[in-house]
């Protein structure tokens, strides 16, 4: 699986190189709060579904009595009193359920949050697996787990024995979620203090769950000196550096043809790195 301890350091970039350098690759876009594998593979979706995220609350206006309990105790400041009528936000509300549980005329009823979705498509080397998860939605973790399973049972019934898993950034429950069961992962970083730090994290996460762990660092030529004190804590910390890529404006150029690196200038330096770090991800 492709990590970042932060946005915006190319990971997706390297995700979409992986996935059109070889056909029958299954993928898994598991960063499903801001999902854009699908932007560059441009799958046909032949499957989808809702995925039930949480519920909210909801006012039924003939059984309210007006007692003004639920907006008291509501702690999101989601419910509302306007010319002495009782309602409820959907977007403030966390859906804790508290006044639900407090309404003594059972005036609250619960409503699905289910507007995330989730799709199945093939595309030009193989299948994509993704979800987007709506706005303001919970459980990004679990939309993430939905996604990384499917992924993991349709690549063992066609036989296919890897998948390649785009993570989301951080190291927060969606990271979390798409880590587990992993056998391998690369950290995609930049030679930036955020980057530096962040990537830190991040291989603290993937030790914890001890997955064989390595370091790719993207736009290298950003800063020499801290692109230095990434491999010298690598080294240290012995994690290996597969890689590192001075910024590519053709890497830009791709995304912008919806083409990865590697099928819009499979000659470039960049794409003959990116084809040496995945095999070597491959082979060892």
């Known amino acids: 699986m492709i990590l970042s301890g932060k946005g915006g350091t190319g990971k997706t970039s390297i ?10 690759t299954v993928v898994a876009d598991c960063d499903v709060d801001a999902a854009n594998m699908h932007l560059i593979l441009q799958p046909e979706n032949h499957h989808d579904g809702t995925m039930v995220t949480g519920y909210k609350a909801r006012i039924v206006q003939d059984k309210c009595t007006s007692c003004g309990a639920c907006m008291e105790f509501c702690t999101f400041n989601a419910i509302s009193l306007c010319d002495g009528v009782y309602s409820i936000s959907e977007a403030a509300c966390d859906g804790c359920l508290l006044c639900w549980r407090l309404c003594g005329t059972e005036a609250i009823e619960l409503v699905k949050s ?4 989730w799709f199945i498509g093939d595309y030009r080397c193989g299948k994509l697996v993704h979800a987007r998860l709506q706005p303001g939605e919970e459980n990004s973790g ?8 499917m ?18 950034p951080g190291t927060g429950c969606p990271a979390i979620s798409s880590v587990t069961g992993a056998s ?6 930049e030679p930036t203090r955020s980057g530096f730090h962040d990537m830190k994290r991040v291989i603290e996460l993937t030790m914890s769950f001890k997955v064989a762990t390595s370091v790719l ?6 800063n020499a000196d801290v692109t230095a004190e990434i491999e010298q804590w690598c080294l240290q910390s012995g994690i290996p550096v597969l890689g590192k890529i001075a910024f590519d404006r053709q890497m830009v150029d791709a995304m912008l043809q919806c083409k990865s690196i590697v099928e819009y200038a499979p000659e470039s330096e960049t794409s003959k790195i990116i084809n040496r770090v995945y095999n070597e991800l491959m082979t060892n």
């Not at 289910?114 to 979705?117: A, C, E, I, P, Q």
């Not at 660092?217 to 950003?222: A, S, V």
């Open 15 to 24: 995700s979409a190189a992986f996935a059109t350098m070889h056909p029958n």
């Open 114 to 117: 289910d507007k995330s979705r």
């Open 142 to 149: 679990k939309l993430v787990s939905m996604v990384r399973d």
């Open 151 to 168: 992924a993991k049972s349709y690549a063992q019934d066609v036989g296919i024995d890897a998948v390649i898993i785009d993570g989301p």
């Open 184 to 189: 391998k992962a690369l950290i995609v970083t």
């Open 217 to 222: 660092i993207n736009k290298c030529d950003l």
